[in-house]
């Protein structure tokens, strides 16, 4: 074996043993997502007949087009697909990247690496076990989805083409994230990266489908999410476009270990800048802490809000253009009231949208917290004058202040988006302001999954993490899927989300974001106080 | 106020292991107390609870006239703590950091922490996240030495320095004691001890074993004697000799304080070279703590 390389077999097995638990989790999640998605599609629309009535309306709403992708053909398996093609996707994409990261500049960052490195292990070793691990993973993810989705009753080859565009997704990403890992010095930063990608990627793909037929269709194309969808898995496969991930599979790898190569242990690409030697005045208790610690991260975060949402309001603005494609078509408009009741349909799940991903940053600002903690920072903090409820607070008003300003972001960006590409038919400072208001709504429902989070920081510190992150996972599930799955009420009324009125366009009450508040602060309380009474780790 | 710190039948139990049970600690105000014991003996945990960062299980602990846990906040302001184990937020720079703790603490003396940033010759500029373990230590040293604080809390302080940095730690412990300021200093590092404390408490698996002055726990204990004799030399039927190993007529053994004056006549007797007498090292006074045989055994 190459020198290099020495020891890689050892790395991955340590890497597997780590993540022994969380690897099974994903894999479970997501082919149970996609096989159960699978299976209730095909009770639900048994007839070819009512598959084309939701094909019909799949194809004229924009809204799910922009979520979902483009629908090709007619079979339960193309519906599978579509709904949930690029979203398991977009999963097998997030555990790649968490696997990548985790095992090269993490380690790296916190020192491990250098232990390994001492040992008879090659330079390269720890990168090509990272990619080992998370190839393998999309390789077990591909021939599990093989083997399961033909049981929920799709076929074989339809089954296999789907099976292979999710885990040659996940692919494509081993290499962006291992590239991403040897340009910065944090992991965070590196996790940034890839998640940028990721969006930009959603953002391509959905654009290039719901800009209607004289938009920009090819950014489909152009980024890995999108080829899940182009490649047709039940309607006459493209099996040639398999080629395009694998490719950048390899020119990722390649990128990484020639980076990987060629720089210093723990450096990164860009060398770190001296800072200030004394702290300014307003650095001067938790608070002030808190939002330093932060306010990078949110600047990316709505840097990240303001190019997806304006981009998505603009494309609202090509609802119109599908109007014209038939005469069924326009009657099923008239029906739901219009096009203006459809342009509003698609904005109130843009804010959806903008509310859940707002939530994920509630949450990640929320369990800061519990990185500070278990990293051994809370200490000084707590043997200061200031006490363990002020440390607390600071993280969750920056998770409130944060959250609101992203979904502020995301109004205004929605409305400007909107308002000026419509060439006047409507006023740009009425849909700012319109929107403004619609994404602000968001925030109580939002608030409410951080509160989980903070409670579960105070009530059950060591499954914090994994209650805060599940909590929302169930959610984003709930919101995004459960009506087309016909879950029963009560199970669409645990997503705080689902009690959110429908803005623009549906009727404003105060009453169930009140509600929603209260359940918020309470949640937060109880963290709080628990919080007050617990042993610091 | 006679004593800053006073803990009695301290108890703290983590699931299954206990890792506090029974622990005495008293701290006169103004002096340099040393807190030693093996890794894992307790010393973090009662640091800990000392800082109201950890709740009891059982005992009583007063820190500085009040209770850690419930007046934590107010007790913190007069006290300054360097961790065992420093992590820093990497973005920031040490500069920043020391800032920070020291307004978390209510406020430094610039001119101070200018002076100390000098002493241990620390680059404040750069980011934590480039720091060594030594440089990190530096930080929290800096920024607790630079406080008003009237007690300092040190748990093992100098681990990661290199000698000449804790030469310069001596300097400022001693400086401290003269400023008439409190330190707990827990370590392991038995020198350190030894050179600065005026009192020690030592610790095994969550027990205060010992505790007092160097020279009463010295009382309890042996004399080392190294001798280069002229003649042969019988001391097997003297009482209160251990461990000797004549090579030659080279001389090494442990002499009970009670039994000197004997074992030196013998040894005139015999004629006598070279000798050396010496008191135990802690590292000796350690060992016989940690052996197997209880402290009373070791005893005449």
Aim: a positive charge; glycine letters at 10%; aromatic letters at 6%.
């Amino acid at each position: 074996m190459n020198r290099a390389l020495a020891g890689t077999r050892d790395l991955v097995k340590l890497a597997l043993r780590r993540d022994r638990i969380m690897l099974p989790a994903w894999i479970y999640v997501i082919t149970i997502g996609v096989t159960s998605t699978a299976y209730t599609f095909g009770k639900l629309y048994k007839t070819p007949a009512e598959r084309l009535a939701l094909v019909a309306s799949g194809e004229s709403n924009p809204a799910l087009l922009f979520l979902y992708g483009r629908l090709s053909g007619t079979s339960v398996g193309s519906l599978t697909a579509w709904r949930y093609g690029v979203w398991a996707a977009l999963f097998a994409v997030l555990m790649t990247a968490f696997i990548v990261i985790r095992h090269t500049r993490a380690d790296e960052e916190a020192g491990r690496l250098e232990l390994i490195g001492s040992a008879r292990v090659g330079r390269q070793a720890p990168l090509a076990a990272a990619l080992l691990a998370a190839t393998l993973a999309n390789v077990v993810l591909t021939v599990l989805l093989c083997a399961v989705l033909p049981l929920a009753g799709l076929p074989a080859a339809g089954s296999a083409a789907l099976a292979l565009a999710i885990g040659t997704c996940g692919l494509a990403f081993t290499g962006i994230s291992a590239v991403a890992a040897q340009l910065t010095t944090g992991a965070r930063a590196a996790r940034g990266i890839v998640f940028a990608v990721l969006g930009l990627s959603f953002l391509a793909r959905a654009v290039g489908d719901s800009a209607g037929t004289s938009g920009p269709s090819w950014l489909t194309w152009a980024l890995p999410l999108g080829w899940t969808e182009v490649l047709r898995p039940f309607d006459e496969p493209r099996w040639w476009v398999l080629v395009l991930p694998v490719a950048a599979f390899f020119a990722g790898t390649w990128c990484a270990f020639a980076l990987a190569a060629r720089r210093d242990h723990g450096a990164g690409l860009l060398p770190d800048r001296p800072g200030r030697p004394e702290a300014s005045r307003a650095l001067r208790g938790p608070r002030s802490l808190a939002w330093r610690l932060q306010w990078q991260s949110l600047l990316g975060w709505a840097a990240g809000f303001a190019f997806i949402f304006a981009v998505c309001g603009a494309a609202a603005q090509g609802i119109g253009s599908l109007l014209g494609t038939s005469g069924a078509l326009r009657n099923e408009f008239a029906r739901l009231g219009g096009q203006s009741a459809i342009v509003n349909a698609y904005l109130a799940a843009l804010m959806l949208l903008a509310g859940l991903i707002a939530a994920a940053f509630a949450v990640s600002a929320v369990l800061r917290l519990r990185a500070e903690e278990t990293a051994g920072r809370a200490d000084p903090l707590l043997s200061g004058v200031h006490g363990r409820v002020q440390w607390g607070l600071s993280h969750l008003l920056v998770a409130l202040a944060g959250t609101a300003a992203l979904l502020a972001v995301a109004g205004v960006a929605t409305g400007l988006g909107y308002g000026l590409r419509s060439n006047g038919a409507v006023t740009v400072g009425g849909e700012v302001a319109r929107m403004l208001g619609a994404g602000l709504a968001e925030l109580p429902a939002a608030m409410v999954i951080a509160g989980v989070a903070a409670a579960a920081f105070g009530l059950l510190p060591d499954a914090s993490v994994a209650v805060g992150w599940t909590v929302l996972g169930l959610v984003v599930a709930i919101s995004i899927f459960g009506q087309s799955l016909q879950l029963s009420h009560w199970v669409l009324d645990i997503s705080p989300f689902t009690h959110v009125p429908r803005l623009p366009g549906g009727s404003v009450s105060a009453q169930p974001l009140l509600w929603l508040s209260v359940a918020a602060l309470a949640l937060a309380v109880v963290g709080l106080a628990a919080l007050r009474r617990r042993d610091i780790a | 106020m006679a004593n800053a710190i006073e803990a009695s039948g301290l108890r703290k139990q983590f699931g299954p292991t206990k890792a506090l049970d029974g622990l005495d600690l008293t701290v006169r105000s103004g002096e340099v107390h040393a807190f030693l014991g093996p890794n894992g003996a307790g010393k973090t945990t009662t640091i800990r609870i000392l800082l109201g960062l950890l709740r009891k299980d059982g005992g009583e602990v007063t820190l500085l006239g009040g209770d850690p846990w419930r007046d934590a906040t107010t007790l913190h302001g007069r006290l300054a703590y360097v961790p065992g184990d420093v992590t820093l937020w990497p973005g920031l720079t040490g500069g920043e950091i020391i800032d920070l703790l020291a307004r978390l603490r209510g406020g430094s003396d610039d001119k101070r922490r200018q002076d100390l940033i000098e002493r241990f010759d620390l680059d404040p500029a750069k980011k934590a996240r480039a720091y060594s373990k030594g440089n990190r230590q530096k930080v929290a040293l800096i920024a607790a030495l630079a406080s008003d604080a009237e007690l300092l809390v040190l748990d093992e302080p100098t681990a990661g320095l290199d000698p000449l940095m804790e030469a310069t730690f001596r300097d400022c412990i001693n400086a401290e004691r003269r400023d008439g300021r409190t330190v707990l200093l827990s370590s392991h590092i038995l020198a350190e001890a030894e050179a600065l404390a005026d009192r020690v408490t030592i610790i095994r698996a969550g027990a205060t074993i010992e505790t007092g002055t160097l020279a009463e726990m010295r009382h309890l204990t042996r004399t080392t004697i190294d001798a280069e004799l002229s003649g042969p030399l019988s001391l097997s039927d003297v009482p209160g000799v251990h461990d000797a190993v004549l090579d030659g007529a080279r001389l090494r053994c442990e002499v009970d304080n009670a039994v000197l004056t004997d074992v030196l006549r013998v040894l005139s007797a015999t004629g006598v070279r070279t000798l050396t007498c010496r008191p135990p090292t802690l590292e000796e006074l350690f060992l016989r703590h940690y052996s197997e045989r209880p402290v009373a055994a070791a005893q005449p």
